[in-house]
């Protein structure tokens, strides 16, 4: 059935308005393939008062390979810089750069649209539709979804579901505050390049400048925007795998207690449509429900209050495994019966352990902050390769793939922060599918009669040698501070990189990685520190493990003595340690 529809248009809904809407329009976007709804409004970017904006404002909302901006009011400054009318702009752009890279054929390209929980979703699902309408492709909403599946979604070969997409965009800020928002966008490929994505904002600043009354009016279009739920593709293809590994079994994992937290971003779905069916027990389940708000905890496995949470509920229910998702579940991380995280470094000495046993000899490429331990867990318990990269996980995950170009063999490529590609899932950054992977090992496990419960995951990690204390401290650039004198603030922290990696040539106590590719990395005192220039703030993160709080505050005072010139950078953090 189809209706013509108006699109809505004008600013951004205030946040308690988006947030009241926000659980009808879940119900309505997910309408089964059955009763696939299409309908058409007349697209034309929004010529509702919009600020005077720049290029300079536009590329400013790059964050390495994202899109990211703030789409809501709330937050004392923290004014909107993503409104509809930037986000009409951008979605406008990537038509653009599709058209140019892709040619249509016998159809129209079409895009798929997805978004997570968060509060402003249903504005910019509408401005997106919108503004991909104005370069002329077809639209497809999938509602409430996952990074990972809106990347499926171009692979998928299913015309009942409209796939192949030609590309993708995903509506998400991943554990960012309620206020913000942003995009990612997909094709066939993968996941575009931070180049691509300046190429899009610049595009977007053009046509965001350029387009006048007259020419709104001319674009003024009837376009196909049709409803698929997608999801239901996306899980059936997690399901399968799982009973594969445990040959064909209906329910490979019945008689499992499993729990799930999805820190009301859009993982809710794991429990019901994934593990369910294949035969858990998932009561004790919590935060389920999309919330944008976010009024447990911040999805995010890497916070400590939401890894205290699953925590919590594995050994409430007594259960046999906890899994956490971050808001749009391209991360994740686990919990063992016993209440034991398998995240950071512990969840990439599981999942290589489950690689290696699949690939022996592989090389398994991580960020750069990953521990010393974990390097003589994969090469010297498992006999494998590690490969220590730099941070970011597309940064990861391209230097695999250059690896594999080159004829290093690797399958694995994962950051601390929970993000983890497989080669065999087309190198998509999947929290669900790290999860599989480790149900595919209790399954194949107990079909095996080589035990049952998370037990088996926990003897994978066995040997893996743990620092006593782990700390991050973040120093920060003062870009204002006159010590600058106009320099960007790059060039200040290479300065500060390279006074550290002078200051530690003299000192016998200390060795400096003979291989490192993110900042300066030295051993020393049991222990070790990685002091790098972040990816895309003013601010050098400190990474420190030691065996003891005295070894760490004896690489910190390493630090601090050798940056104690440099007035803009704020060594408040450093010097708390070393007092301690």
């Not at 798929?112 to 639209?139: C, F, M, N, Q, Y």
Request: net charge negative; charged share 25%.
């Amino acid at each position: 059935m189809s209706a013509l529809l108006p699109c809505p248009r004008g600013n951004l809904y205030s946040s308690m308005r988006v947030h009241t809407t926000l659980s009808k329009y879940y119900q309505t976007t997910t309408t089964p393939i059955s009763k696939q709804t299409s309908f058409y409004c007349n697209a034309s970017l929004s010529s509702a008062t919009v600020p005077s904006l720049d290029k300079t404002d536009f590329l400013k909302l790059q964050n390495g390979s994202d899109i990211r901006g703030v789409a809501v009011t709330g937050v004392e400054g923290e004014p909107v810089s993503l409104p509809e009318s930037v986000t009409e702009a951008i979605a406008a752009a990537f038509g653009q750069w599709l058209l140019h890279k892709k040619k249509a054929g016998s159809r129209k390209l079409r895009v798929s649209v997805g978004h997570d929980s968060r509060i402003s979703a249903p504005t910019l699902l509408e401005a997106v539709s919108r503004g991909l309408g104005v370069s002329g492709l077809d639209v497809v909403q999938f509602g409430l979804a996952s990074t990972p599946a809106m990347f499926n979604s171009t692979l998928t070969e299913d015309e009942s579901f409209l796939c192949p997409a030609d590309g993708a965009i995903m509506i998400t800020a991943s554990h960012l505050p309620y206020n913000r928002n942003g995009f990612k966008f997909f094709t066939s490929e993968g996941g575009l390049g931070k180049v691509d994505i300046k190429n899009i904002l610049e595009r977007a600043a053009d046509i965001y400048q350029n387009v006048s009354d007259e020419d709104l009016t001319k674009s003024q279009r009837e376009v196909s925007i049709k409803k698929v739920d997608y999801m239901a593709v996306y899980t059936s293809g997690l399901v399968k795998a799982v009973r594969k590994a445990a040959g064909d079994l209906e329910k490979p994992l019945e008689g499992f207690h499993i729990v799930v937290d999805a820190g009301n971003g859009a993982g809710g779905f794991f429990a019901a449509k994934v593990l369910e069916p294949l035969g858990a027990i998932t009561s004790g389940s919590q935060f389920l429900e999309p919330d944008g708000m976010f009024p447990n905890h911040i999805p995010n496995p890497e916070d400590k209050t939401a890894m205290q949470a699953i925590t919590k509920a594995v050994l409430d229910n007594k259960a046999d495994l906890g899994i956490i998702f971050d808001t749009d579940v391209d991360r994740s991380a686990a919990v063992d019966s016993t209440g034991r995280e398998f995240n950071r470094n512990r969840l990439i000495a599981l999942l290589s352990a489950i690689v290696l046993e699949e690939h022996p000899g592989t090389t398994i490429v991580t960020d750069s902050v990953t521990s010393d331990g974990l390097t003589s867990f994969i090469e010297k318990k498992l006999g494998g390769k590690h490969h220590r990269f730099k941070r970011g996980y597309k940064n990861v995950i391209d230097e695999a793939i250059r690896l594999n170009s080159t004829g290093e063999e690797t399958h694995l490529a994962i950051e601390t922060s929970g993000h983890g590609a497989l080669k065999e899932n087309h190198w998509l950054d999947d929290g669900a599918y790290l999860m599989v992977k480790i149900l595919n090992k209790l399954a194949s496990a107990r079909a095996a009669g080589k035990g049952s419960g998370s037990k088996v995951l926990t003897d994978l990690v066995e040997g893996l040698d743990e620092p006593k204390v782990a700390l991050e401290l973040r120093l920060k650039i003062d870009k204002n501070h006159p010590d600058l004198e106009g320099r960007d603030f790059r060039e200040y922290g290479e300065m500060v990189l390279q006074q550290v990696s002078n200051s530690i040539e003299t000192n016998q106590n200390l060795k400096r990685a003979p291989v490192n590719y993110e900042g300066i990395r030295v051993s020393g005192f049991g222990g070790w520190f990685l002091l790098r220039l972040s990816l895309h703030d003013p601010v050098l993160p400190l990474n420190i493990e030691a065996q003891s709080e005295d070894d760490a505050v004896k690489l910190g005072v390493v630090v601090a003595n050798a940056v104690k010139e440099f007035n803009a950078l704020d060594t408040s953090a450093l010097s708390n340690l070393t007092r301690s």
